[in-house]
C-alpha cells in the first residue's frame, strides 16, 4: 500500500487534506453493529470455500468454519483455502477494492471493507494467519501503534513462509484479543449469542445446505429448510430469468411462491444475494407488499390470513457488483436497475397465491366436510426447492366436485316451541331438526308442484 506523503508545511500554496487513521477507523466501524461485523468475517470464509470450488452451487461437503466468541476474545478458524499471498500484500488489508483486482466469482465479499472494519470493530489488537497452496504467513497488528502513524498505512506480513503446503492445513485463522470492553460486554450475553447464531442460520443458509459446517463456541449450525407445498391440486411457482445489466455475465434470478406451514414470523419473502440472504421472512412495500406493478397488478399490504405466504428469490452473478444489496448486506439497493426489475416480477408472482389464500381464509365459516382449499392444503406434501419444476405461476387446481353445492342455513327460534318441534319429528338434536324441517318443507312445496 503506497505510503501518504504530508503537505510540505512550507508551502503556503498547499492546505493538508490527508486522513488520519484515528479518523478513518472511527468512520468505517460507526455505522456497522457487532453481528454483522462477524457475519462480513464469515462471508470472506464462504469466498474462500468459493475459490476452492467455483460455481453457485457447488458441493461444500468437508469444508468448515468455526466461531469462538467470548469476553475473552474472539476467533474464526476455517479450512476453505487461506488467503493467497498476493490478495494479502495487494487488496485483502486495503481500504476499498483496488483497480486491477480480480474478484472471486459468485462472491459475498463486495465492497473491500468488510473484514477491515470488523477487525477494528472488536479490539486493539488482532492476528491473521493463513495458509495457502504456495505459502503461509501471518499479519498481526497493535492498532492503537499502528494508527499512531499516519504516514505509514502497510501491514507487515511475518513469518512468510514459500513453499508448498500441506492440503489438510489450508485456511485462515483470525485471532482478536484485548477487545474493546463494550464489545467484550456484549460477547459474555447469552442473548447476543442466540441472536448471533439465529442471524448466521438465516444468512449462511445456503452454503449450509450445500454442505459447509459452521460452528459456534463447539456447537453446529443447523441450516433452515426451503420447502413448499406441491401437490393435492397444489403447485407453485418456480421463473427463472436472466439480465444483462452491463456485467461481464448476466445477473440469473430464480423466484418460488407457494404456501407452506402457517406462521405468521416465518411468511413473506426471502431473498438471497450470490447465496447470502439479505431480507428474512419480508413483509413489506419492499418485496412488493401493498405495491402495484407497472403491469397494473396489485398486492395488499401483508395481513395474517397471508401467515402460509412463501417465497424465495435467488440473485446470482458472477460479477456481484450488479447485485441490489446495500454495502453491509443486510438489505437491498432500491434504486439499482436490478432491483427494479425484481420488485415487478415479485409483485407479480405473488398476486396468485394471495388470491388462494384469500379463498383459504373464506373456508372460515364453512363446516368441515366443505373446506376443500383447507383439506387439500392440509394433505399436501412439503417438498424442497430444488425438486420443483419451472412453472409461470402458482396455481390450483381443486377436485372434481362430489354433489351440488351446499348452502348454508342459520336461524333461531324460542326453545320451546324448537323442543315441541324436535319431539313431534322425533329429532335427536337441534341440526337434525333444522334438516328434517327443511326436508318437510322442501316435500311439501316444491316437489309435490
Known sequence: MAQLIPTDENDLTKADASPTKAFFVEIITKDIQLDEAIQDLVDNCIDGAKRLRPGPDADYSGLWIELTVGAGGFKIHDNCGGIPLDIARKYAFKFGRAKGFQRTSHSVGQFGVGMKRALFKMGDHFNVASVEPQHSFRIEVDVPTWA????????DIKDLVSAAQPVDQLGTKIDIGMLDPAVAETFSQAAFLTKLRHDIRVVQQHPMRLGLRITLNGQAIIPTEWQLKEGEGIAPAFQRFEDQLGGTSPLVTRLYAGVGESSRPHAGWYVFCNGRCILEADQ???????EVSEQGVAVPKYHGQFARFRGYAFLDADDSSILPWNTTKTGLDLESDAY???????IEITRPVIDFLNSLDAETEMEEADKVLSQAIMRAPAIAL??????????????AKRGPPLARISFKKPQAEADKLKEALSARNNQQLGEMSFDYAYTNLVEED
Open 386 to 399: 430444488e425438486r420443483l419444476r419451472e412453472r409461470p405461476t402458482f396455481v390450483y387446481t381443486p377436485p
Open 148 to 155: 499512531g502513524d499516519d504516514r505509514n498505512w502497510d501491514f
Open 340 to 346: 427494479r426489475r425484481l420488485r415487478g416480477r415479485l
Open 284 to 290: 413489506e412495500s419492499t418485496t412488493g407488499w401493498s
